[in-house]
């Protein structure tokens, strides 16, 4: 803990320095366009990720006349239970709100998100491409990018040797290895198979080329139980039935022990997740490595994302322009978008950061000296941009953490659990006025 | 203070005996008004329309409401409280009464000790309860789990599927029981000593003193307590709600009505439909607590 | 207890008085082993925290140091945090206790138009489902613009109705109509009669109300969770359990685990001192309810 509280203060002053480094940086490089307000104007920015707030008085600095406070009303879910409350009390919404890619079709539904084109365009293609397109409508943009998550392997080294497991490259060759280390060392699991967390389910179908939804308008075409869906259930079945995955609920305190302690051998995760196990493992310390994600056929290239988020602007604002200007150079201003790979510890979303070698390549200890930041850089190059979530993403997370849960609970088969999930989406966006096809 | 207030308002206001009772209601009232009979009707009104995504909203009369009978994600949740409450309910006022006679009987030390001590989880907030209980229940880092794992005993499974209603169950009886038991308390000092004096002329023992006197005085209060308790079972929310994390896979979006309810107006935005479950709810509540008393009544008739 | 003294020198009193006593252990024990939980955590490093006995002491002795980080995580917000519970639950306590007097008072000893309505309203409020209240408040409340400020937590605090159905029990019990008959002969205005005759022999249901009222409001999780959005506005409940998901996500670092253990003790303790401190009030005036309903 000490150690700790010493980490923040130093990184407290590290930031000072950076900031004013950064003040330097960007007078010269500059935003490309100049809407500074004449009057005093305050913005209210709701984010649940640490020290926004660093970011957003870096802003200030540059922009004396508009000054941004943030909020977290909750994480994740909560956070949008509250946006979506002051937009049913019509009343209390911030000017800002955090956004992750797969919720930016549920506000946009609902008429809330901002057009921050305009302030948004000229940056565009500093931006991975993938990332703009899930946030932007041809010239229309809903949200702007800071942090992606794409998708990689990390594995435990130190397991793999002992039980002569290969770094898997395909899904073919995960099935097995998990097989082989259930024999091999009961009680130790390949994977965790984490159906409670709807997200990462999402993220392993969308490399798998499920793509469970198509809006335009009003008409919705919904495929959640095609082929590749009861493909993907069956080959996980499999798993489950030969008790060759464990089935812990994610992120709590007994499932992160279970990656310390060696109990889980691998994790198909997200390029945010190295930083995030560095500081939450005492234990496996430098046992750690990272790899391609599997892919389903060998030699494939191709990844999907997991996460990541955008700052979203409210039509309710009354300063939409000072709020595009805040939300514009909170991703794409070179200083404040490094502080949020180098202390929030976010994976990037600019090309600039992405192509720096000397950023991307640091070796990290944790992963026994490797640079695994590489491993997910050629992932966000090969994330596939065409998945689509839907208008109504939380109902369809809440509704699949659900079913599944229920069908590794002994309720039918997964694949089962897609067909009831398919039934219930359905009538849903029937009942919500869609046309469904 | 009282008297500071009564003289200030002697020489200025005489309210007499006709205005006295909408005086002193007022306060009250008003917030209850404001606070209750106000929301309800709103969400009354809510509850007959339907707001949709695509079409805005529209009045829809008693549709919601038809849609709720016919909603196994409601009724399971009822079906659930049941079984629930006929498992938390007897063991948490059961354990109440016995403890409260042996407070009673005057054969124990430290009765004042135990007296304040048993009220004490009452004073922990739902949240705090079922996070701490959440860590004890832990396979691995929740003590019961690690004295297994010492003594290489099978680990103590709190959160699966057969098991974890009981341990909802067991974080209630932890936070009621001593409430209860102080109520059944102070009921029994109330009865008159001269009974006892009485009863041991006749050779009764103090168990069957207990049992045959003391019991039959206190049934009244029993009653209300096992009313209130089947009410705030009905409308159990907070401890799966915060037990959510640890089992997210048996405790669903519509584990008990109530979290029905809030799944569906928070997460699905259904904000109508969500007021109608929450109305027949409150009328499966209202049927419960009268068929109960109604029982009650006739058996004590 | 004079009337067990004749009995309790006999050996088989002697006997059951220490068995009796043993049961009472037992279930003290099972009371005691989360406040004990929490206790012995508070004390523990967060390594320890996972990688010790939960129901001991580890060697690092961590209390000090916990507390401190509770106090200063996020610039100290936690004392906020703590400053607002107890403005809500005073407010809201002391609130609730006097009004749900008056009422019970004005049930208990007038007889006026639409008291039976008004009383089986109050009695069949306490029927409604918390969630069933809670959405249409915080959508009232968002058209008067008060959300998000403590009047949203408070103003809705103020409505007990079980503390007027026990105040009237109580002043049924307690309360002779000759009392009150004798200050109206005397000519005294009914105010008058309220506080200097009245609310003296209520003192102690008004007592327990009040604890009732306090207990629930520092204990509210769900309305402040819904009608708050800033942080400066939070109570206890709700900053703990959103430090809690951090702690859970693993985006604030796993340290916070210990430091939620230290804000669940400190938030408990408040209570179990005003328990302690009042206790004569209410044992006494929670009997009254029960008794007589």
Partial sequence: ?437 | MPDAVATRRRGRVYVTKSVAPYLFLLPFMALFVAFLIAPLCYAFGLSLFKTTMVAGTQFVGAANYLKVFTDPSFWDGVVLLFKFGLMQIPIMLGLALLYALILDSGRVYGRNFFRIAFFIPYAVPSVIAALLWGYLYGPSFGPFGQLAEFFHLPKPQFLLDGTILGSIANIAVWEFMGYNLIIYFAALQAIPQDLEEASSVDGATGLQYALRIKLPLIMPTVIVTIIFSIIGTLQLFSEPYLMRNLAPGIINSHYTPNFYAYTLAFTNQQYNYSAAVSFVLGGVVAVVSYVFMLLANRRAA | MAIVSKTANSASFRNSRRWLTVALALYFIYTFIPIFYVIVSSTKSNADLFGTFGLWFSGDFHFWQNLQDLFTYQDGIFSRWLLNTILYSVVSGVGAALFATFAGYAFSKFEFVGKKLSFALVLGAVMIPQTALVIPIFLLLSKVGLVNTPWAVILPSLVFPPGVFLMKVYADDALSNELIEAGRVDGAGEVHIFFNIAFRLLTPGFATVLILAFVATWNNYFLPLVLLNSSDNFPVTVGLSQWYALATSGSGGAVLFSIVMAGSLVSIVPVIAAFLIMQRYWQGGLGAGGVKA
């Fill in chain 1, 1 to 437: 803990m000490e150690k700790d509280s010493k980490r923040m203060t130093l990184d407290r002053r590290q930031f000072m320095q950076a900031a004013g480094a950064g003040l330097a940086a960007t007078a010269v490089a500059g935003l490309p366009f100049a809407a500074a307000a004449q009057d005093k104007v305050e913005l209210l920015l709701w984010a649940w990720t640490p020290d926004t707030q660093v970011q957003a008085d870096m802003f200030t600095k540059k922009y004396p006349n508009i000054s941004v406070k943030v909020e977290n009303v909750g994480q994740g879910g909560p956070h949008y239970v509250k946006l979506r409350n002051a937009i049913q009390a019509g009343t209390g919404l911030p000017d800002l709100a955090q956004m992750e890619f797969n919720s930016i079709p549920s506000f946009k539904q609902l008429g809330v998100l901002a057009d921050l084109g305009a302030a948004a365009n000229p940056v565009k293609d500093q931006f991975i491409d993938w990332t703009w397109k899930a946030v932007s409508d041809g010239d229309k943009v809903y949200g702007i990018p800071w942090d992606s998550g794409p998708m990689g392997l990390l594995y435990r080294n130190d397991v793999f040797e002992k039980n002569k497991i290969e770094v898997p490259g395909t899904w073919d060759a995960y099935s097995e290895a998990s097989l082989k280390l259930a024999t091999d060392a009961p009680g130790t699991y390949m994977s965790n198979f984490g159906v409670s967390d709807a997200g990462w389910v999402a993220a392993v179908l969308w490399q798998a080329g499920w793509r469970p939804f198509h809006t335009e308008g009003t008409n919705i075409t919904i495929k959640l139980n095609d082929d590749i869906a009861k493909k993907w259930a069956a080959y996980w079945q499999k798993l489950v039935d030969a008790k060759a995955v464990d089935t812990k609920p994610m992120w709590t305190t007994e499932w992160f022990a279970a990656l310390d302690d060696g109990v889980h051998a691998s994790w198909v995760t997200a390029a945010w997740a190295p930083v995030l196990m560095q500081n939450s493992m005492k234990k496996s310390v430098g046992l750690w490595r990272a790899a391609p994600m599997p892919q389903w056929t060998a030699g494939g290239t191709v990844t999907s994302n997991w996460g990541g988020s955008t700052f979203a602007a409210m039509t309710t604002t009354p300063h939409p322009e000072e709020a595009a200007l805040f939300a514009t150079f909170m991703g794409s201003d070179p200083e404040a978008a490094a502080l949020w790979n180098s202390k929030q510890f976010l994976f990037p979303v600019l090309k600039s950061l992405i192509d720096d070698k000397a950023l991307m390549g640091a070796p990290n200890a944790f992963y026994g000296g490797q640079a695994v930041n590489e491993i997910f850089v050629v992932s966000e190059n090969q994330v596939d941009p065409s998945f689509e979530f839907a208008p109504f993403q939380d109902f369809v997370n809440q509704t699949m953490q659900d079913e599944m849960s229920a069908s590794i609970a002994g309720s039918g088969t997964l694949g089962d659990a897609f067909d009831r999930l398919q039934d219930k989406v359905v009538a849903y966006a029937t009942d919500q006025g869609y046309t469904v096809s």
